[in-house]
């Protein structure tokens, strides 16, 4: 038995992988694989797949991008969600900001630096036409962390995935007051170089296991009501998620990967293009 680490958040897209584990597809293929619930999200993962704590990350795109460039030794592997992500862009319920042009010069609420929440405040402020030079932080590490700061005022708004965050807006914690998609597929599966070169086929085991389980998903009996009951949400709110979710089992292209770098490279998050070779790893 093959023990592999793998790491994502704790979000609807990723119920494929614990239904696969509970069900023992991987064990039936030999591979122990032991997940770990990452609430921080991107940046917390691309640290922990440099030091070692993690095999694979299921992560989001222009974080790993932006990592591997900047010198992790890893490689996109797959392609795990083709759709995009929908960031919501939420202030305090009571905040006195009505609209997005009201956040210019504002203070945004990250999870870490490096994180999707950092750097699609960059995309947000570039569509906005805001100056991006200007964008201030402050580092909220989870949700929690965001409730508290817009809360206290120590951060204005905090971008978060729509549904994912919608039960905070219905309780009266968050007001919406905008969405900003990624211009590119949301989530891909992120692998140390290590764990590739050592292990190609166990990866690819792992990865046509999942494929299964992503293809048939939405098939399940009543899989809007699991996702609604393990994730907090309203039901039909689910289902309103669940139309705009495709998941994919097809790798990163060239084309996808240079307006992924270009946008992060214009937006001063990368400062040099990594090639195709050094970032994607086709097996």
Known sequence: MKTIKIAGVPEHFNLPWHLSIEKGDFEANNIDLQWTDVPEGTGKMCQMLRDGETDIAVILTEGIVKDIVAGNHSKIVQIYVQSPLIWGIHVAAKSKYKSLSDLENTKVAISRLGSGSQLMAYVNANKQGWKV??????????????????????????????????????????????????????????????????????????LST???????????????????????????????????????????????????????FQLKIIDKIGTFDEIVELI
């Open 210 to 264: 999942i494929n299964k389980s992503t293809k048939s998903f939405k098939d399940i009996p009543n899989i809007d009501r699991m996702l609604a009951v393990n994730y907090n949400q309203k039901i039909e709110d689910i289902q309103e998620w669940l139309s705009l979710t495709e998941w994919s089992e097809k790798p990163l292209t060239t084309e996808m990967l240079n307006n992924v770098q270009n946008q992060l």
């Open 133 to 206: 030079d200007n964008l201030q932080f402050e580092i909220v590490n989870t949700i929690d962390g965001a409730v508290e700061a817009l809360s206290n005022g120590s951060a204005d708004y905090f971008m978060w995935e729509r549904f994912m965050t919608k039960p905070l807006v219905d309780k009266g914690v968050f007001r919406r007051i905008g969405d900003c998609p990624t211009p590119w597929p949301c989530f891909v599966i992120a692998v140390r170089n290590e764990i590739v070169e050592n292990n190609p086929d166990v990866i690819k085991s792992i």
